[in-house]
């Protein structure tokens, strides 16, 4: 057999992502574009290829395998699209570089494709789909009854009743309480993402007060910020728009700013969908409210929308197709980006529910701009209200911001005519270029932000709202038959009452926030408990389809989510509910017994430790070693480009780009978020997992590499902390002996352990020049497992 055979017959599932990616941008083309000639239905199939399901791939053509898995460039089938093989396809004319794209990580990746549904498609399709109607997660959530335990004394809420039966059905235990301080730490970073003080770690040990730290946290600004990039991780949240070029969205940071907000006053989880989906179409009281509404619409504004595609009706429904995506998976927990070309071959999700959905973002205003060299210049700006007193400040700045221009623009005319006849080398002419291009800085930054009225990315409806037509093979321009808007018929009735001149979306959000919607709750309660607990009770958080996982704890689960829609859908008392169990107090050690029983500690039998997001490890090093800037709200642009002055160009925000000095201390998600990859200075966000923006992530993944330890010690941005940490540490007439235990406490946020302190102290005594060894010390410390995660 051909490496390639083996490949295509194996019968291991494909995670998610893989599914999504094929159906979503390889089956699509696959079907376009060679199904005509290369296809079971095909009169003939040209060289004995078939490209329509994963056995005949598999077999290849005539001459053999045409893909080599992982090997892009010796697979035929990519020889061919590229054009440089012997046979150039398709014959119309060679694909778009970004499908070349799509093609080449595709086969790169293994050229993974699903399961098909068989030899007698259409009746085992029926059949899959009959069997797929009963999953779980379409079934109706009802209010479980509190299972009856052994070891009623361990419990203190029903979350801990319904662990410890499933513990105590498969005879185990659940782990002892962890220490008080380890929980303080736990629970400060995971609610705010930061370590806690050592003022906090005092008055916990004095007062032990679990419900009284968990409040205080909750009411924290930091609270907001932390579980703001949990959601934008779901959003395709970047300040900038398209997949590669780097072009600012020089409004998307209010969008940032309302999540942190809304997260922060606790804004009923309905009501937080039901903004983001239709808020510009919601009625308001004050201005303030009113662009609050208008603002989180920038969930639907924002994201990889291809742009660079001078088809503006495929462009639209590549867009429409984006926000399906995302809401399904982040709201619904579905993958409706694979109903888009057939329908879904694994839930019961037809063409007629994709397409009726779709007309509801189809009649959404999303891009505006002009078409200029196959380029849309922008996504959808909205003027905000303002208030007259802000209208009055606006006109201040406004004439502060003309006099500084223009004050700017005549020195820089008086600098070029003194540079003019000074030698290109002599001592003048160096520090008059220097000014010269300090101030054509200044003048260009003022250019590229004018005092305009208060703007976001937002959304709106078209002219004339219409239903859509399903797109055949998911083209825009094969147009089969009218598919009303409606919502999706597994999670219930899908009928809208959609008037003739809406969208349909505030329609669309009231079907997905109704109480009877299986799914809404689940999913926002499962993805909670991933985000406190390391994985979720469904460790697919995006995906409950039948390809999904299935709940560890289904009645918790139902418990959770009808508790979550009862109690005002708040995300507080949830989350409070759940870091008060005795289930988020155990300790976090390994025991044997749990290990050979449940080794993915499924059941909950300790808490599962795990490392720091690349954001908390930068955000508690600046914390512990005082670097911390709390400013927060804001703009993240601009940052600048050393000698390049084309701020409103792409280059903007190019990969040499650096962070702004006054404001690069702040916390990360302040910091400018850039597609395909942060700017170097945010390193630690590349290297530790940060989500790709270009695509929905529910859970980010975890990897281990030699570049995250070289990056640990040796990033000038760690030896700065470490520096800062040692400074701090130095402070004051103290012992070294005292100094180094207030430096565990500060770091690990624990009393030192026996011998802890002689053996840093030896460490530092052990290196040459007072300073430098106390900042290796630091810089050990802050590198170190114990600092890394959070157990």
């Given at each position: 057999m051909t490496r390639t055979t083996l490949l295509f017959i194996s019968t291991l599932p494909l995670c998610a992502a893989d599914v999504a990616f094929f159906e979503k941008k390889i089956r699509p083309v696959l079907a376009e574009k060679c199904w005509s000639c290369h296809s079971n239905n095909a009169k003939i199939a040209f060289a004995g290829l078939r490209l329509d399901t994963k056995a005949n791939v598999a077999k290849g053509s005539d001459a053999g395998p045409v893909i080599s898995p992982g090997d892009p460039a010796a697979s035929r089938l990519y020889q061919a699209l590229l054009y440089t093989g012997a046979a150039k396809m398709p014959p119309t004319g060679k694909l778009p570089d970004a499908v070349l794209a799509d093609f080449r990580e595709w086969i790169a990746g293994g050229a993974p494709w699903p399961e098909d549904a068989g030899s007698s498609a259409a009746a085992s399709q029926e059949n899959a789909m009959d069997k797929a109607k009963q999953h779980w997660a379409w079934r109706p959530v009802a209010k479980p009854s509190t299972p009856v335990v052994r070891n009623q004394a361990w419990s203190v809420n029903d979350i801990d009743r319904f662990v410890l039966a499933a513990l105590e059905a498969k005879r185990l235990a659940p782990s002892a309480e962890a220490v008080p301080a380890a929980w303080l730490r736990r629970v400060t970073l995971d609610l705010t993402g930061l370590p806690p003080t050592l003022a906090e770690l005092d008055e916990f040990a004095r007062a032990d007060s679990y419900e009284k730290v968990v409040d205080r946290l909750l009411a924290s600004k930091a609270f907001g910020v932390r579980w703001a990039r949990h959601w934008l991780d779901q959003t395709y949240y970047a300040d900038n728009i398209e997949i590669g070029r780097r072009v600012p969205a020089r409004h998307a940071w209010r969008y940032r700013d309302y999540v942190i907000d809304a997260l922060n006053r606790d804004v009923p989880y309905d009501r937080f969908l039901t903004e983001q989906l239709a808020g510009d179409q919601l009625e308001w009281t004050s201005d303030v409210e009113h662009r609050n509404n208008i603002v989180a619409t920038g969930m639907l504004a924002l994201g990889p929308w291809p742009l660079v595609n001078a088809d503006k009706e495929q462009l639209r429904m590549d867009v429409v197709d984006l926000q399906m995506d995302m809401v399904g998976r982040t709201m619904l927990g579905l993958t409706l980006g694979c109903a888009r070309c057939h329908d879904h071959k694994f839930?019961?999700?037809?063409?007629?529910?994709?397409?009726?959905?779709?007309?509801?973002?189809?009649?959404?205003?999303?891009?505006?701009?002009?078409?200029?060299?196959?380029?849309?210049?922008?996504?959808?700006?909205?003027?905000?209200?303002?208030?007259?007193?802000?209208?009055?400040?606006?006109?201040?700045?406004t004439r502060e911001y003309w006099e500084k221009l223009t004050a700017s623009r005549e020195k820089l005319d008086r600098l070029r005519a003194e540079r003019k006849p000074l030698e290109k080398d002599s001592a003048d002419a160096k520090r008059l270029d220097k000014e010269i291009q300090e101030t054509t800085q200044i003048v260009k930054l003022h250019e590229y932000l004018p005092v305009v009225p208060p703007t976001a990315h937002a959304v709106q409806d078209i002219d004339a709202p219409a239903d859509s037509r399903v797109n055949i093979r998911g083209n825009a321009h094969q147009l089969g038959k009218q598919a009303p808007r409606s919502a999706i018929a597994i999670a219930g009735s899908h009928k809208l009452d959609i008037a003739d001149f809406t969208s349909g979306r505030l329609k669309l959000a009231e079907w997905i926030t109704r109480k009877e919607n299986p799914l809404t709750a689940r999913v926002a309660v499962n993805r909670i408990w991933h985000h406190l607990f390391g994985a979720g009770l469904v460790t697919s958080i995006d995906n409950f389809g039948v390809r999904g996982g299935k709940p560890s704890h289904p009645e918790l689960l139902d418990h959770l989510a009808t508790s979550f829609a009862a109690e005002g859908w708040s995300m507080k008392k949830l989350i409070r509910s759940m870091v008060l169990s005795r289930t988020y107090r155990q300790a976090s050690a390994p025991r044997t017994e749990g290990l050979d029983a449940d080794p993915e500690n499924r059941l909950l039998w300790r808490m599962s430790p795990r490392r720091l997001e690349g954001e908390t490890i930068r955000d508690a090093m600046l914390a512990i070693s005082g670097e911390l800037d709390p400013a927060s709200g804001g703009p993240s642009l601009p940052f600048w480009v050393p000698g390049n002055m084309n701020l409103g160009k792409p280059e903007f925000l190019s990969d040499n780009a650096k962070l702004d000095p006054a404001t690069n201390r702040r916390r990360s998600i302040y910091q400018p978020t850039v597609r395909k990859g942060q700017v170097e200075e945010m390193d630690v966000l590349n290297l530790f997992d940060f989500p790709d923006t270009n695509q929905i992530t529910g859970a980010r993944s975890t990897t281990t590499v030699p570049t995250q330890a070289l990056y640990l010690m040796n990033a000038p941005f760690v030896k700065q902390q470490a520096a800062a940490l040692a400074k701090l540490t130095l402070q004051g007439e103290r012992t070294d002996s005292d100094r180094v235990r207030e430096l565990i406490r500060r770091v690990y946020i624990r009393a030192p352990e026996s011998g802890e302190v002689d053996r840093l102290l030896s460490y530092t005594a052990s290196l040459p020049g007072r300073a430098e060894a106390w900042e290796r010390l630091c810089h050990t410390l802050l590198i170190s497992n114990e600092f890394l995660y959070r157990r």
């Open positions: 839930d019961p999700i037809t063409l007629d529910d994709y397409y009726g959905m779709a007309g509801i973002f189809a009649s959404t205003r999303t891009i505006s701009g002009r078409l200029s060299l196959g380029v849309f210049s922008n996504v959808n700006s909205v003027v905000l209200p303002e208030h007259p007193d802000e209208m009055t400040a606006r006109a201040a700045e």
